[in-house]
């Protein structure tokens, strides 16, 4: 690429969004951080310095109310939206009424509402929406794609996926702003989004219905059944939580500490809240049965307290079986530390042993163990890096990688109605979510 850098703004500056700084900044002579925008002036600084200190200018700073000013005054040509979930469409909104693009980290939104008003804006601006599914650049679930496209199971009749989310991985969303459905959707809107997504792509479908069950089981005001609860609020200043496995240190990890605890008197935000403190709202435990368009059937299960982390799809076809089963990591460790000491969490890397097996079972014949060869488990299996290079540089998506505003939709709609369908205990509708 050669002329004038692309120009990028970036609204929520939590830690998500430093994989989208680094990789503009990276890209310094064909794409510009122009502006940043967030609700605490602490963390906006953060990200500032960490400019500065790579030896990038500056980018312009603005509160998260003054968004429409920052359009205005800077001019930029994609907006990076990652701020918290339930307000991803204020920005997204804005953005196209300006005739921008945006790049979205998912879900796209947490409200039927909101989604369908985001669909009416993109049809009507100059602008385009993309959502971040990492998890569709994963080489193995490229894979998948490409064997089940190519027939190798022949016409797939249903689906089975079972997610574990360790007490490391899993635990933090119940520390942080996501315990609280009015924040994120729960997690079959903010975590099952990733999945339903890629389910959604495998099968190049969309979900109908939904039929769901969900609990907090582990977590919350549980923890005093069960004992796991030390009885402290938060880690910050509660000798109880030395040696607590759940408990996140943040005065461990500079990273976390000015980004979360230095910054917490600008906005209350408390990042280390013990995980079985009352207060949350949303499930550990969730199941569900979704139908798809196209006639396929999924079973779905979603676990947020499990010894391992991982995940297990099956595709039943006319022709056989495909069988995915990938381990992150096999347990989990609270002795082992992260960088600079640091207690690890759920951002990390998770350092214990882990794993994949993709095996192909046609009729009549032996299964056919699938080797990739040196598969890399950071970074989503290697797929944000691969994300951005077709994000920022145009790399090649010869598997139809990208996700639109439509896809977004879709990847929340099942999330939609499975939270839906547990309140009611009813099976639920999308087309009656989207009006």
Known sequence: MTGTPHRYALVGTGSRATMYRNAITERSGKARLVALAD???KRIAAHVEAI??????????????????LLAETGPDTVIVTSVDATHHEYILAALAADKDVICEKPLTTTGAHAAAIIEAEAKSKGTVTVTFNYRYNPLHEKVAELLRDGAIGEIASVGFDWLLDTRHGADYFRRWHR???NSGGLLVHKSGHHFDLVNWWLDA???RAFAKGKLAFYGENGKRTGH????????GSPEAADDPFALHMEDSPGLKQMYLDAETEDGYIRDQSVFAPGITIYDDMMALVDYDSGVTLSYRLTAYSPWEGYRVHFNGTQGRLELLVVENDHVNPALKGPNGASLHGTDASPEEGWYELTLHPFWTKPQKIDLGDYQRAGHGGGDVRMLGVL?????????RSANAQDGVNALAAGLAANASIETGLPVDVADLLK
């Not at 609860?229 to 910050?236: L, P, S, T």
């Not at 920022?392 to 139809?400: I, L, V, Y």
């Open 39 to 41: 609700t605490n002036p």
């Open 52 to 69: 500065e200190t790579a030896g990038h200018p500056a980018p312009a700073v603005y509160a998260a109310a003054d968004f429409d000013r």
């Open 180 to 182: 609280e459905t009015a």
């Open 206 to 208: 969309a979900p109908v």
């Open 229 to 236: 609860d030390r009885g402290y609020a938060r880690v910050h």
């Open 392 to 400: 920022f540089d145009g790399d090649t998506d010869p598997h139809d």
